[in-house]
């Protein structure tokens, strides 16, 4: 995989990594089972057993295009986790699970380094008014945003109709 052209994060550079995937998926036999991209912002990628589909998130992809083995690792971690399923009926970070990513030439770990994904494009803060005190971010504009007039912060009846929905700014 070489992600490290001028157009960074660019659709050859996801159709690259479409590639690898699906050269593994057939690889291991897994030619039943799909790659896609998802819009998380917490975890790296996952493997839906039921739906036999394996998706990496686009957020930490974009972020990691300086470093193509994380990527890698993290594609092959979840295929891992298809092969500890199809072989074994092995749903967790288990011993199967870790002898299988061995196998494949994946890191065995659970969890991503710290700073794995580094995005924190909030767009939106809730903002109590009388204080100024930021109590939530978000990344999307929340549901309940049209019904702040009737809201309170839970075991803060004080804060009723004191909450306003803002613009981040990074600060």
Known sequence: MTMGNEQAGGPSCFREIEAYARLKLDEYGLHDWQFGWDRAR???GVCRLQEKSITLSIHFVRANLEAPHEIQDTVLHEIAHALAWVRHGE???GPLWKRICREIG???????RQDAIRVTTYKYILR???TGEIVAKYHRRPAFAKHLKRLA???RPETL???ALEP???E
Not at 106 to 112: G, N
Request: charged share 30%; no cysteine.
């Open 42 to 44: 917490r975890r790296l």
């Open 91 to 93: 749903r967790t970070h």
């Open 106 to 112: 994946a890191v065995p770990r659970a969890a991503a």
């Open 128 to 130: 109590l008014k009388t």
């Open 153 to 155: 912060l839970k075991n």
């Open 161 to 163: 109709g004191q909450l």
């Open 168 to 170: 981040y700014e990074n």
